[in-house]
C-alpha cells in the first residue's frame, strides 16, 4: 500500500484532470485507476448510489466528446475489447462522493490527493486570469500611448514643415493690374 501511494503524486492526478463542457473533470477510469478498483466496479458503486451524483457532480460524455477524446488521448476503438459506453466525468465533488462510495481506506487517502490536485489548479487558472486581465489593462495603456505619441509626432512633423506662404510675382504690373 505505502509503494503504491508513493507512487501517486499530485502531479500524476493533476495530469489526469481535463477541461470538459468548461469543467474540471477526471473520468472514470482514471479515478478507478487512483483508487485501486476497475472501472467497471466503480461505475456499479456509483450506479447503486446514483442519488449522490447529481449532475454538478458527475455527468457521461456524449459520444461526439468520446470520441474528440478517444482521438486525442488514444483510448482503445469500440468492439476491440474497449469501452462500449462512453465515460462518466467526474468533478471535484464527485470523484470525492466516489471514494465515500467505494469506501476503501485506499480510496479515503487517494481522495486527499484529488482534492490538492483540482485546488491547485483552481489556483492556477485563478492566477492566470489575474495575469491576462493585467496584460488587458497593460494594453489599454499602450494604446493610449501610442495615440498620444502618434498625436505628438504629427505636431513635430507640422512644426518642421516650411510655412507656406503665397508667392509674389516678380515683374512689373501693367495699366490694367495684370502682367
Excluded: C, W
Excluded at 476497475?38 to 458527475?58: H, S, Y
Excluded at 482521438?71 to 482503445?76: K, T, Y
Excluded at 489575474?130 to 489593462?137: C, D, P, R, S, W
Aim: glycine share 6%; proline share 3%; hydrophobic share 40%.
Amino acid at each position: 500500500m505505502r509503494n503504491q501511494k508513493a507512487l501517486i503524486s499530485d502531479s500524476r492526478v493533476e495530469q489526469r484532470i481535463l477541461s470538459i463542457r468548461g469543467q474540471k473533470v477526471i473520468l472514470d477510469k482514471d479515478l478507478a485507476y487512483l483508487y485501486g478498483v476497475e472501472t467497471r466496479t466503480l461505475v456499479q458503486a456509483v450506479k447503486r448510489n446514483i442519488g449522490r451524483f447529481p449532475t454538478d457532480f458527475m455527468f457521461q460524455l456524449s459520444t461526439e466528446e468520446f470520441s474528440s477524446l478517444r482521438s486525442q488521448i488514444v483510448i482503445s476503438k469500440m468492439g476491440r475489447g474497449g469501452r462500449r459506453y462512453p465515460p462518466y466525468a467526474f468533478t471535484e465533488h464527485g470523484a470525492i462522493m466516489v471514494a465515500s462510495v467505494l469506501n476503501s481506506e485506499r480510496a479515503i487517502e487517494i481522495s486527499v490527493y484529488v482534492v490538492r490536485a483540482f485546488v491547485r489548479l483552481r489556483e492556477y487558472f485563478s492566477t492566470h486570469k489575474e495575469l491576462v486581465n493585467k496584460l488587458k489593462e497593460l494594453e489599454k495603456k499602450l494604446d493610449i500611448h501610442d495615440e498620444a505619441i502618434q498625436s505628438v509626432i504629427a505636431a513635430i512633423r507640422q512644426l518642421m514643415e516650411p510655412p507656406k506662404t503665397k508667392r509674389r510675382r516678380i515683374g512689373f504690373l501693367g495699366d490694367n493690374g495684370k502682367a
